[in-house]
């Protein structure tokens, strides 16, 4: 008995002295609900909405329901809990809004987007502690918004602070005699020097955000606000989406045209920005649609549960075989696709492989960068071996792959790595088993494996379409990203071959040189020659970024002057702008992690350019440019 008792005292010790420095949730607070924004909130009557909105702070649980809580302000409706990310406020265009915001903190809140649009975003009423205002305005123009508060009385939603990052709302204003079917997306980031980020879509965490269902030729129609502090890259695999409508300041919406593209796979949105998307979903198997940043879905970041490495992120035996196959070894910025076929019945159709191509991943010693990427066409002689004691220099990108549209490859990846991965054939339409998301993607029962050191896994590829792609690491930890495990996948339309004098690929990247800075780069260098070209013949240039978190990155062909020259559109994220997309533009463009852009040059007189590489404000180190000397004369 006695001993029962100090045992007990014991644990009750233990258990004070290390909830200590982990505590992240507050004492006596309640529990903040997420929100999946599908209910919008308030009265709607006679073409007016009444509204009553609370600010109060509550412990929000982003990853599992009965995971680790952490306090934070938020958005409610009075006698109900809190919201993360808050309620969602939608009405038809013309409707009157009536919000009444009653502040439960001891400190002043600025509300911020409670206004018609468009509007002035730096519009705002304050609501002092235990205060109550009322806003009265009509909505505005169609389209997806926010509202959002600061209690640090920050400008921009850049300069938000932590506790206040799901202190935000979506505003969505549809057209008159609208029935929407869509779903609305509100992106949280939570950070600060000294604590580990989370990243949600609509107040969840990776694995712990929404899983979708369809079937094969369903069309979905999604909107997504970012009320984070950064820009993000949105990226969907296996199969293209439409962007219909972008804000990037949330008050003025544009419409996409079609001088736009019409479709991608990658799309950037500002911090405070929003777009409208519709997809089809083309194709069977299991996908995922994230931030290609890898900082945002990194399993890393699995804050609240103490961050996670790739290869424990998830059981592979398990994975091989399951029809649960768990987070594909991530978090924070994901959401998951099920696609299930339209016709389960029909037989696939067979594979015959007319080319057979070997991708041999090799981890040196003692080398910086460690990983050499060999790629050889097995219907070709294998080269001849180095002669003993050559030194392969240091590269820090993978040799272009080349595929043929419509030529079904089988790509054999070797690792003869010391770590597992997985090969993602990026903007590629192929079966989901071979994405290379390894713990995630494949259709029914089986999973697509991680490749284990010493092992191979086929993937097997017949290109729908001609253009340009991307292979890189999907295993995700920088370690892969920064050591060139990526490279060119270029997609030849039939009877074209791939000619490198006039087609020009250039790859953004980053890498660690000595003395140990991470710089970026092109085409594997940080310093690139200059290269040498002709007047009168026109040029592909063939623009990727595949950084790990460059995401406001910019690619400009200027004069010495500075200016930059004109350029014309041809593809984006590998797939042709038809003639109305493909248009003459300012050589001054962004390609964000994971896009991918090709444009058209020709230059009519000798002249020298630089295709400069840049994120708008940063340092000097944030640059990389390439220089380009156009000649009459052959280059020698
Ligand atoms: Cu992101």
């Known amino acids: 008995m006695l001993w029962k008792f100090i045992r007990g005292l014991l644990l009750l010790f233990v258990a004070v002295v290390l909830a200590g420095p982990v505590q992240l949730r507050a004492q006596n607070l309640p529990a903040i609900n997420v929100n999946d924004n599908r209910s919008p909130a308030g009265e709607l009557r006679d073409g007016a909405l009444t509204l009553r909105l609370e600010i109060g702070e509550g412990n929000w649980r982003p990853e599992s329901d009965d995971g680790e809580a952490v306090s934070i302000y938020a958005f409610g409706e009075p006698g109900k809990p809190l919201q993360a990310p808050g309620p969602l406020i939608r009405v038809p265009q013309g409707t009157e809004i009536d919000v009444t915001v009653h502040n439960t903190l001891p400190v002043a809140a600025m509300v911020r987007g409670l206004h018609q649009r468009p509007g002035n975003a730096a519009e705002a009423i304050t609501v002092e502690p235990g205060a109550t205002q009322q806003v009265r305005f009509q909505a505005g123009a169609p389209g997806t918004y926010y509202y959002w508060a600061t209690t640090t009385k920050a400008p921009l939603i850049a300069n938000w602070t932590p506790v206040e990052t799901e202190l935000a709302g979506a505003l969505v204003v549809d057209p008159p005699g609208a029935t929407p079917d869509d779903r609305v997306f509100v992106i949280g980031r939570r950070t600060a020097p000294g604590i580990r980020p989370v990243l949600t879509i609509n107040g969840k ?23 984070s502090n950064v820009a993000h890259a949105m990226h969907m695999h296996g199969f293209y989406y439409r962007v219909d409508a972008v804000s990037d300041d949330g008050e003025r919406v544009r419409p996409t045209t079609e001088a736009d593209p019409p479709i991608l796979v990658t799309q950037r949105v500002p911090d405070g920005g929003t777009f409208d998307m519709t997809m089809t979903a083309e194709h069977p198997g299991r996908w995922l649609f994230h931030c290609h940043m890898i900082a945002h879905m990194t399993p890393d970041t699995r804050f609240l549960e103490g961050g996670v490495h790739p290869a424990a992120a998830y059981d592979a035996a398990h994975a091989a075989h399951s029809s649960d196959p768990g ?32 991708v041999t991943l090799i981890e040196r010693e003692n080398v910086r960068p460690a990983i050499l990427v060999e790629v050889r066409d097995l219907a ?7 002669p003993a004691g050559t030194v392969i220099p240091p590269q820090l990108i993978g040799p272009p792959i080349v595929l043929r549209q419509g030529e079904a490859t089988e790509v054999e990846v070797i690792n003869r790595m010391k770590e597992a991965t997985g090969i993602h054939w990026h903007g590629m339409e192929l079966d989901s088993y071979y994405d290379g998301v390894a713990g995630w993607g494949g259709t029914g029962q ?28 999907h295993w995700h930890e920088p370690g892969q990203l920064t050591n060139a495990l990526y490279g060119p996948l270029l997609v030849m339309p039939p009877g074209r071959e791939f000619d490198p004098a006039t087609d020009l690929n250039f790859l953004f990247s980053q890498g660690v040189f000595e003395p140990l ?43 010495l002057s500075g200016e930059p020259v004109q350029w014309r559109a041809i593809a984006k994220d590998g797939a042709d702008l038809p003639a109305t997309a493909a248009i003459m533009k300012t050589a001054d463009q962004f390609v964000t992690v994971g896009e991918t852009w090709d444009f058209e040059y020709e230059a009519a007189t000798p002249q020298e350019l630089s295709l400069e590489v840049y994120l708008p404000g940063a340092t000097s180190k944030a640059r990389v440019t390439q220089g380009l000397l156009f000649s009459a004369a052959p280059p020698r």
């Open 327 to 358: 987070s594909g070894g991530m978090a924070g910025l994901v959401i998951g696709l099920t696609v299930l076929p339209k016709n389960p019945a029909a037989a696939l159709p067979e594979w015959k492989p007319v080319r057979k191509l070997q």
């Open 380 to 386: 070709k002689a294998p080269p001849p071996p180095p």
């Open 446 to 473: 089986q999973t697509t494996p991680p490749i284990m050191p010493s092992q191979s896994f086929v993937a097997k590829i017949a290109p729908l379409r001609s253009g340009s792609f991307i292979y890189h690491t």
């Open 517 to 559: 800075v991470n710089l970026l780069l092109i085409n594997g260098h940080p310093q690139p020659l200059v290269m040498p070209l002709k007047t009168g013949v026109k040029y592909r240039f063939r623009l990727t970024n595949i950084t790990p978190n460059a995401v406001s990155l910019r690619a400009a062909l200027r004069r």
């Open 205 to 227: 965490s990776w694995p712990f955000s929404e899983h979708f269902t369809f079937t094969e030729g369903d069309v979905t129609r999604w909107k997504w606000v970012n009320t």
